[in-house]
């Protein structure tokens, strides 16, 4: 019996990176996201082959979660814990991650009011932050450092968004004074931090950040989960509310999305400057629940729902405002 499982477990795994051959085109920097000056809509584009399907974790309420993946043989150079700092001085942008649902704010844990009368109760919820870069006035993309309350770099160029930990909900980057019209950052995690195992990594890298990828290996870029309750009292989930939403690609390609941001600041010549960061459920959903056929990775372990609605929200990603940089 046990050989019987190792052998399926081996054939879903060929199964996995044989499926993700598909070919597409690799956008670089995106252009901004439409919006008012003040105020920025976030677009994505896929660095590799974006029409490369993604898989999920399984979560025990729902959830969606997104992982990603190059080419090439994993080296630790290429997941450095401590990355060399772009620079040492500057300016610090901060910027609050807020959930938020019909305008409103997503609590976490907490019954938020639905338009149809019911409540959705999010149980889980996070995503991965990295590779960020500032658009100049100019429209040329800066890459800045993500850096930590005291200042230092984060490990691995990585953040991790939890909502059920307020110290992860401010994202901080150094970056020279000057004029910006939007910021763009990868959402998730490179491929050579992807290729690593998550006992070799510290955090927030590891098995403790709950983004491990079950089915085959990598991590989750972002994960979530919800327990939605009808005004009737019933558990009956609207089509359009999914439960779970594991979005992620694999470790053979780089898959990872990045998300552009538009939006006009200026960056003083010292201290910090203060921004809202606006993660718009609604968009998350709509993307999840998008009528894009994935079928072409939709095998295996693939097929479950977590992963087919993590997938379309990772292709669909390009025309959603998941992100919104507020005035």
């Known amino acids: 019996m046990q050989s019987r499982l190792l052998a399926v477990l081996r054939l879903s795994t060929a199964i996995f990176a044989g499926s993700f051959g598909c070919s597409s085109v690799d956008h670089g920097a995106a252009a901004a996201g439409g919006g008012e000056a003040g105020t920025g809509a976030g677009t994505a584009s896929f660095a590799g082959e974006s029409g ?16 990603g993946g190059v080419g090439g043989s994993p080296t630790d150079s290429a997941c450095a814990e401590h990355p060399t700092p772009l620079r040492t001085q500057g300016t610090v942008l901060s ?38 870069q500032l658009l100049a006035s100019s429209g040329e993309p800066l890459a800045v450092d993500l850096v930590t309350p005291m200042g230092e770099p984060e490990p691995y160029g990585v953040h991790l968004f939890n909502a059920e930990d307020d110290e992860t909900s401010e994202l901080r980057v150094l970056a020279p004074p000057g004029d910006y019209t939007g910021l763009r950052f990868a959402l998730g995690i490179k491929l050579g931090c992807n290729q690593q195992s998550p006992a070799k ?49 694999n470790i053979g390609q780089e898959l990872v999305p990045h998300v552009t941001i ?19 459920m609604d968009e998350v959903f709509k993307g999840a629940t998008a009528n894009i056929d994935v ?18 929200l990772r292709r669909g990603l390009s025309d959603l405002h998941v992100f919104v940089l507020e005035p």
């Open 295 to 312: 079928s072409d990775v939709a095998v295996g372990f693939l097929s479950t729902p977590e992963a087919v609605a993590g997938e379309r």
């Open 262 to 280: 538009s939006g006009q600041f200026s960056l003083p010549e010292s201290g910090v400057l203060e921004k809202k960061l606006s993660v718009v």
């Open 52 to 67: 490369v399907g993604g898989a999920g974790g399984v979560g025990t309420a729902g959830g969606v979660g997104m992982a």
């Open 95 to 132: 910027l609050a991650l807020a959930p938020v649902l019909a305008a409103k704010s997503f609590a976490f844990g907490q019954p938020n009011a639905m338009a149809d009368g019911g409540s959705l109760v999010p149980l889980n919820f996070r995503f991965y932050v990295s590779d960020v």
């Open 201 to 249: 990594l510290s955090e927030p890298l590891t098995d403790i950040s709950q983004m491990t990828w079950p089915h085959t290996g990598g991590f989750l870029f972002l994960r979530y989960e919800g327990r939605y309750t009808a005004a009737d009292g019933s558990s009956t989930t609207p089509s359009d509310v999914p439960p779970v939403v594991h979005m992620g690609g």
